[in-house]
């Protein structure tokens, strides 16, 4: 392989921040040189003009030798003397690391230099030369710059050449006869004296298809996404020309290294035609994708006697916080769907009462169906059966929770009813103007009609209660116009000998239960057995107290 193909190599490997720890004991390149030139030669794969060193090769004096010096990391022949044949050696120190190259020098008596590369061009194109100097051109020194042809004078038939600034030598219309090796010339003035630099390039020239020049084709810095520890293939297209005899070198760098140099990566290569054109396609095989192989340069080099073309691959670690984030919804939606389920099962009385709360502070009240009471309460009055508690619960219990702490408004016979008014009457009106029906029930409350089969007089108590009961079911299970709400005191009550509406309640909605308080705590409000009768019983009253309705106006 042609001497130039490896500085290209090289400049690839320095890409990916290509460092080496040791010293490239073998010559890389060889520059051609005329003795009596001015020449500049710059360490390979720097840009820097710092930290480095020059040494001669091959000699027990590794020092420079007469004429040669060192210039802002540059290696200076003022001029190029026949003596200055030989190897030498550029050392770079930073804190990458460490490498040295070293390259050769051939001097020759001959007036042109040998031609280092070739430029293939079509014939009657319009197309030229470049002045490859870029050292000269850098130091910004007036110049004069000239083009020799077979180290004559460039004499062409039809339109002459033209010479840009930059030293580019145009050549319109090509033909056979631009074919030859041209030097291109730079008169510079240095320190007072005036020097020649000198550079030459080889045209040929062609009416047919020849191969091109190698082309990478993938994605500049692509990045793949992986998996860490799974495998992993990487395909590499490089058009080669037309003929598999293309001498295209595609090889796999990673981060700077050969790919073969890993048990990790294996290499494989076919060819393809495309429309008369072949290309080749390598692949790089990651058997087991470690941590350090992630955002690290794999490279995919094409390299043949013209140069190298390079394209660059990332591997990158798969972001998997969407899926956690979607196994996360996945668990957390349904459980807290479970949750909120088990919330109103358990604390449906709690959340109803915290909503009417909340609601009735930011919402305007009104009085439901225009009704004056929130509730009517009926119980069996103590002097037809032996049941002081059942009027203690009815005219001081109840009134004290419901009234005094939640501003409810009750209706309470033997409380609230007036003497000598009809009693029927007056039982349906109230009824009608009550949203609730408030039935208090004891172990020994018992029918009218019970009462009737063992021959004992109806009272006027026990005619109310069977009327106010009549009419109240009456209405909330035909009418629909209120609900009845049950109480149970202290213990049981038999349902067998109550009348079949109110068995039907029971067994439709339940009863409320209310115990009587320890002697250790005879304050019912504070007693906690009952603390739950008093949400219950909330719960089924209306949302909005008509008695709080009276004070907002």
């Known amino acids: 392989m042609a001497a130039a193909g490896w500085v290209f190599f090289l400049a690839a490997l320095s890409s990916v921040g290509f460092t080496e720890t040791h010293n490239h004991n073998g010559v890389i390149d060889v520059y051609h040189v005329s003795a009596g030139h001015l020449f500049l030669l710059r360490c390979p794969n720097t840009d820097s003009i710092t930290n480095i060193t020059w040494r001669r090769e091959g000699r027990h ?45 051939s001097v020759s008596s001959a007036q ?139 090889y796999w760098t990673v981060d700077g290294t050969f790919a073969d140099g890993y048990e990790e990566f294996q290499e494989s290569k076919e060819h393809s035609n495309d429309g008369g054109q072949l290309y080749s396609v390598t692949t790089l095989s990651i058997s087991k994708v470690l941590r350090w192989f992630l955002d690290v340069p794999i490279g995919c080099h094409a390299m043949t006697t013209d140069g190298v073309k390079v394209s660059y691959v990332r591997l990158q670690e798969a972001d998997h916080s969407a899926l956690y984030t979607s196994v996360a919804l996945c668990i957390l939606i349904p459980l807290t769907v479970l949750l909120l389920a088990v919330a109103l099962l358990f604390f449906k009385v709690d959340l109803v009462l915290a909503y009417r709360k909340l609601s009735g502070r930011f ?121 009845v709400i049950l109480v149970e005191i202290d213990g049981p009550v038999d349902y067998s000998l109550l009348p079949e509406s109110l068995c039907y309640i029971k067994r439709k909605q339940g009863a409320l239960k209310w115990r009587k308080p320890s002697a250790e705590n005879n304050t019912l409000s504070k007693s906690h057995s009952n603390r739950n009768l008093w949400k219950d019983l909330r719960y089924h009253m209306p949302s909005v107290p008509v008695g709080k309705l009276r004070t907002v106006v």
């Open 112 to 250: 042109c230099p040998h031609p280092p590369e070739t430029i293939p061009v079509r014939e009657g194109v319009n197309d030229g030369l470049p002045c490859k100097q870029r050292e000269i051109f850098g130091l910004n020194k007036p110049r004069n710059i000239r083009w020799l042809k077979d180290c004559g004078p460039v004499q062409r038939q039809g339109e002459p050449m033209n010479v840009h600034e930059d030293g580019f030598m145009r050549l319109p219309s090509i033909s056979q006869k631009d074919a030859g090796i041209y030097t291109c010339l730079v008169d510079i003035s240095l320190d007072g004296k005036n020097y020649t630099s000198a550079r030459s390039i080889k045209l040929t020239t062609y009416n047919k298809p020849i191969n091109p020049e190698p082309t990478v084709v993938i994605a500049h810095q692509e990045v793949v996404v992986v998996e860490v520890g799974t495998k992993v293939e990487l395909k590499c297209y490089a058009y080669i020309g037309f003929s598999e005899d293309n001498e295209t070198l595609i």
């Open 61 to 105: 004096n590794l020092s420079l030798p007469a004429g040669v010096e060192v210039r802002d990391g540059l290696l200076w022949f003022l001029p190029v003397q026949v003596s200055h044949n030989g190897s030498y050696t550029c050392e770079k120190r930073d804190e990458t690391g460490f490498y040295g190259i070293t390259i050769g020098v």
């Open 363 to 483: 919402s305007k009240q009104q009085a439901p169906d225009g009704k004056l009471y929130d509730a009517y309460v009926s119980f069996l009055h103590p002097e037809t059966v032996n049941s002081s508690e059942i009027e203690k619960f009815a005219l001081q219990i109840l009134p004290e929770e419901l009234e005094n702490k939640h501003g409810y408004s009750l209706y309470i016979r033997g409380r609230d009813d007036s003497p000598g008014e009809a009693v029927h009457d007056a039982i349906a009106a109230t009824l009608s103007q009550c949203c609730r029906l408030i039935i208090i029930l004891s172990p020994v409350a018992k029918s009218c009609s019970d009462v009737k089969t063992e021959e004992v007089p109806l009272s006027d108590n026990l005619n109310q209660l069977s009327y106010e009961h009549k009419v109240g079911l009456y209405n909330a299970l035909t009418q629909n116009s209120s609900r």
